[in-house]
């Protein structure tokens, strides 16, 4: 079977018209809604350490913006720790127990509501160090 220049021709320029229609065009971002403000730099980060059973003050959040905590990393030394994250108004968020290290990336995060601070007890155990960070967001 002998191929003819029309049926090369008509290859050519479907193949041309295909590469077309296929190529991408140029890309668009459109912000979601409200999620993070603060503008090009809303995150935050704190530290510490706990002794005995003492409160520690980890982050007030803005009267005006919620805070999120995405991520917390708690370090115990000596033995297990036992501890308590709660709101100043003393609203339970969470218990966590650590053996020695516990490190946490959360999904959808722990809100903390404008105004409010989170707070962080040592309940028993050993030394404990601790890092958290977040971000800031729209109430």
Do not use: C, K
């Not at 403000?37 to 980890?58: E, K, M, T």
């Not at 105004?115 to 800031?136: D, E, I, K, M, V």
Request: aromatic share 10%; net charge negative.
């Amino acid at each position: 079977m002998q191929t003819s220049r029309f049926q090369l021709g008509l290859i050519a320029t479907l193949a041309m018209g295909m590469g077309v229609s296929l190529s991408s065009a140029e890309a668009e971002g459109y912000p979601s809604v409200g999620a993070v403000s603060l503008g090009a730099n809303p995150l935050w980060a704190r530290g510490g350490q706990l002794d005995d059973g003492s409160v520690h003050l980890v982050i007030t959040a803005p009267a005006d913006q919620d805070i999120v905590v995405t991520d917390f990393s708690l370090h115990a030394t000596g033995s297990s720790v036992s501890v308590r994250m709660f709101l100043d108004d003393g609203t339970d968020l969470a218990y966590v127990f650590a053996n020695s290290t516990y490190d946490s990336a959360l999904v959808s995060g722990i809100p903390v509501p404008a105004g409010r601070t989170l707070q962080l007890q040592r309940q028993y155990g050993g030394q404990l160090y601790h890092n958290f960070s977040g971000y800031y967001a729209n109430p």
